[in-house]
């Protein structure tokens, strides 16, 4: 190529039509297949400790009272960290609408608007639970 540009490699057959991602964007991020491959195999791995942290801190603020307990005792800001870190590690893999949608809800828990976290919050779980069955042949 000229000027030393990079080819862009190939997508991996099996990579091709993995829903709810765009996998020339996350490879563009990752480098190669198999960089890409391996950061996809990590983020399903690591799907079940975010689930799991994004539950406690929503389910421990009793988001359906809208409770300012759970701001006072600094649960706002376990939450806000969880789907910041999530928002960036879907959007690495090209999960963009992920990604989009936890920024959504790290805006709502830096607002403090516990109406939106509450009502948006399983969506996200549910999402994320879907990208790791879609990632489960990895």
Same mark, same amino acid.
């Given at each position: 190529?000229?000027?030393?540009?990079?080819?862009?490699?190939?997508?991996?057959?099996?990579?091709?039509?993995?829903?709810?991602?765009?996998?020339?964007?996350?490879?563009?991020?990752?480098?190669?297949?198999?960089?890409?491959?391996?950061?996809?195999?990590?983020?399903?791995?690591?799907?079940?400790?975010?689930?799991?942290?994004?539950? $406690?801190?929503?389910?421990? &603020? *009793?988001? +359906? @009272? #809208?409770? =300012? $307990?759970?701001?006072?005792? &600094? *649960?706002? +800001? @376990? #939450?806000? =960290?969880?789907?910041?870190?999530?928002?960036?590690?879907?959007?690495?893999?090209?999960?963009?609408?992920?990604?989009?949608?936890?920024?959504?809800?790290?805006?709502?828990?830096?607002?403090?608007?516990?109406?939106?976290?509450?009502?948006?919050?399983?969506?996200?779980?549910?999402?994320?639970?879907?990208?790791?069955?879609?990632?489960?042949?990895?």
């Amino acid at each position: 190529p000229p000027g030393g540009a990079r080819v862009p490699e190939p997508i991996p057959e099996d990579l091709r039509d993995l829903p709810d991602i765009d996998v020339a964007r996350g490879m563009s991020y990752c480098g190669t297949g198999q960089v890409y491959r391996k950061t996809l195999f990590l983020f399903r791995e690591q799907i079940p400790g975010r689930l799991r942290r994004i539950r $406690q801190a929503w389910d421990e &603020g *009793r988001w +359906e @009272d #809208y409770d =300012i $307990q759970f701001i006072c005792d &600094g *649960r706002d +800001e @376990d #939450y806000v =960290i969880e789907v910041h870190s999530l928002k960036s590690a879907a959007r690495w893999i090209g999960a963009m609408d992920l990604g989009d949608q936890a920024e959504a809800l790290e805006m709502a828990g830096r607002s403090e608007d516990l109406e939106t976290i509450a009502s948006d919050t399983p969506a996200l779980l549910s999402r994320c639970q879907a990208l790791n069955e879609t990632l489960s042949f990895l």
